[in-house]
């Protein structure tokens, strides 16, 4: 039996890419989770928005608890198994009436892993609706082969390359990912998506998990991961600690070595660093 989704919830996931929405919080602890982002981002300046926008579970101890919520990975063990990994997290954050965007991507394009049994928690802190540059969906895509992308590096693109994908998409079948603080959607890393700028008077606030099975490797170079659920019998992943105190000492001496090993990864080709700040 699954443990969250239903049966036809699985089967459109696995028909379309995507799935939502899961309640995996209540709006007040979405507002309570939003409000804690907030101060750390007012204690540490644009910190969250550089640095620390990749993989902040490994910094604060209410982003571990994020990535280990049981309403979360009920869903995606119901997806992907029950031994899991988060091997990734970022905040896609709009400011209110921002040029923000992101460009139509598939995730696999240059993550470097070998499956594409890779599943995207993507949590709402904030109401992502359509006006706030919710994200968009093309269903079924995620069943075509990778599809070349041609690397932009543009200034307004939340993505690492700006990359977008090198063919006409049609936008007519986009389906938007309307979401309300607390929920989640789940999506494919081969689902071609994005999101367009927020015209809203509030921020749009998102925390994206990425989770993998243990037996998907990393082709790029050495790479690491966080196990949040059941056993890694395969140790393709260093494994990670979670932090003992938000920004304790250990804690930002493990961030600051797997965020420039994920560079390498992520950059890899290109002679660029990560440098953008949102
Ligand atoms: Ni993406």
Same mark, same amino acid.
């Given at each position: 039996?699954?443990?969250?989704?239903?049966?036809?919830?699985?089967?459109?996931?696995?028909?379309?890419?995507?799935?939502? %929405?899961?309640?995996?919080?209540?709006?007040?602890? /979405?507002?309570?989770? $939003?409000?804690?982002?907030?101060?750390?981002? /007012?204690?540490?300046?644009?910190?969250?928005?550089?640095?620390?926008?990749?993989?902040?579970?490994?910094?604060?101890?209410?982003?571990?608890?994020? +990535? $280990?919520?049981?309403?979360?990975?009920?869903?995606?063990?119901?997806?992907?198994?029950?031994?899991?990994?988060?091997?990734?997290?970022?905040?896609?954050?709009?400011? %209110?009436?921002?040029?923000?965007?992101?460009?139509?991507?598939?995730?696999?394009?240059?993550?470097?892993?070998?499956?594409?049994?890779?599943?995207?928690?993507?949590?709402?802190?904030?109401?992502?609706?359509?006006?706030? &540059?919710?994200?968009?969906?093309?269903?079924?895509?995620?069943?075509?082969?990778?599809?070349?992308?041609?690397?932009?590096?543009?200034?307004?693109?939340?993505?690492?390359?700006?990359?977008?994908? /090198?063919?006409?998409?049609?936008?007519?079948?986009? +389906?938007?990912?309307?979401?309300?603080?607390?929920?989640?959607?789940?999506?494919?890393?081969?689902? +071609?998506?994005?999101?367009?700028?927020?015209?809203?008077?509030?921020?749009?606030? &998102?925390?994206?998990?990425?989770?993998?099975?243990?037996?998907?490797?990393?082709?790029?170079?050495?790479?690491?991961?966080?196990?949040?659920?059941?056993?890694?019998?395969? &140790?393709?992943?260093?494994?990670?600690?979670?932090?003992?105190?938000?920004?304790?000492?250990?804690?930002?001496?493990?961030?600051?070595?797997?965020?420039?090993?994920?560079?390498?990864?992520?950059?890899?080709?290109?002679?660029?660093?990560?440098?953008?700040?949102?």
């Amino acid at each position: 039996m699954p443990k969250r989704l239903s049966f036809e919830a699985i089967e459109r996931y696995r028909e379309q890419g995507f799935y939502f %929405p899961v309640r995996v919080m209540t709006a007040a602890d /979405a507002t309570a989770t $939003r409000q804690k982002l907030e101060a750390a981002e /007012a204690a540490l300046s644009d910190k969250l928005k550089g640095a620390f926008r990749h993989k902040p579970h490994l910094l604060f101890t209410w982003l571990d608890a994020i +990535v $280990r919520r049981p309403a979360i990975l009920d869903a995606v063990q119901d997806l992907i198994g029950p031994n899991l990994l988060c091997w990734s997290s970022l905040f896609f954050n709009k400011a %209110p009436q921002s040029k923000t965007y992101v460009s139509w991507h598939q995730d696999a394009t240059y993550w470097g892993l070998s499956s594409p049994d890779v599943v995207t928690a993507w949590v709402a802190l904030s109401p992502s609706t359509v006006e706030a &540059g919710a994200m968009r969906v093309v269903p079924g895509t995620h069943a075509r082969e990778q599809i070349p992308h041609r690397e932009t590096f543009a200034p307004d693109n939340m993505l690492t390359r700006g990359q977008e994908v /090198a063919v006409e998409v049609d936008e007519t079948q986009a +389906v938007d990912i309307v979401l309300q603080p607390g929920e989640m959607s789940l999506h494919h890393v081969k689902l +071609v998506h994005g999101s367009p700028p927020n015209r809203s008077a509030d921020r749009r606030i &998102g925390f994206a998990v990425r989770y993998i099975p243990p037996h998907v490797r990393q082709l790029v170079g050495r790479d690491s991961a966080l196990l949040v659920r059941g056993v890694d019998e395969y &140790g393709h992943f260093d494994l990670e600690r979670s932090p003992r105190a938000d920004l304790d000492d250990d804690a930002l001496a493990l961030h600051e070595a797997v965020a420039e090993q994920h560079a390498r990864i992520l950059y890899a080709g290109t002679g660029r660093q990560d440098a953008k700040t949102f």
